[in-house]
């Protein structure tokens, strides 16, 4: 299967010595290997403990190993119901569609976008960079993800309980 994702890096520096608080990079990149090479040059080693790198969940970290449930999916699925196009509608309503979702994601196994993904997580982590997940799956999802990233086993660097700063955000939009 052709891999059809981008992945994005949201690199915020937080630095005292600036004009202002926080730099924010964005940074569109093919591969993780072009990301630690961006890491690499735009951050310095004075600035690591206060970089946070941000992901996305969904076609960054993981993704469906099909097209049913996949982000995709949704996006369709959802535009559907926008446009009252009810024809192809999986769900009468975005509440239904999100119960369908849940149903097909719970029974699928989430897959890495990038097998190198655990490697540079370690590699940043190590190094001191600040990780965070963040999602725009609904609520309901929560727990869901949770296992999805235990699975692709790339959680373990975001939640640590006895160091706070490996987090995972539920960024609710719906």
């Known amino acids: 299967m052709k891999k059809l994702f981008t992945n994005i890096l949201v690199i915020v520096l937080i630095s005292v010595n600036c004009n202002s608080l926080a ?32 992901f996305d969940d969904d076609d960054t970290l993981m993704n ?21 196009n009810f024809f192809h509608a999986e769900a009468d309503s975005i509440s239904q569609l999100i119960v369908e ?39 309901t999802f929560n727990t869901l993800t949770d296992q999805q990233l ?9 939640n640590n309980k006895t160091n706070n700063k490996y987090i995972l955000f539920h960024k609710n939009y719906i």
Do not use: C
Request: glycine share 2%; charged share 20%; proline share 2%.
């Open 23 to 54: 730099t924010v990079i964005l940074k569109k990149a093919k591969s993780f290997t072009v990301i630690d090479n961006i890491i690499k040059q735009e951050i310095s080693a004075k600035d690591i403990h206060s970089t946070l790198l941000v």
């Open 64 to 84: 469906m190993p099909t097209i049913l449930g996949s982000s995709a999916w949704w996006y369709w699925q959802s535009h559907l119901l926008k446009s009252k």
């Open 101 to 139: 979702n849940k149903a097909i994601m719970s029974q699928e196994s989430m897959m890495l976008t990038d097998t190198t993904i655990p490697n540079y997580l370690q590699q940043w982590k190590n190094a001191g960079y600040n990780l965070l997940i963040e999602t725009a799956r609904s609520s």
């Open 150 to 158: 235990s699975q692709v086993k790339i959680l373990r660097f975001f």
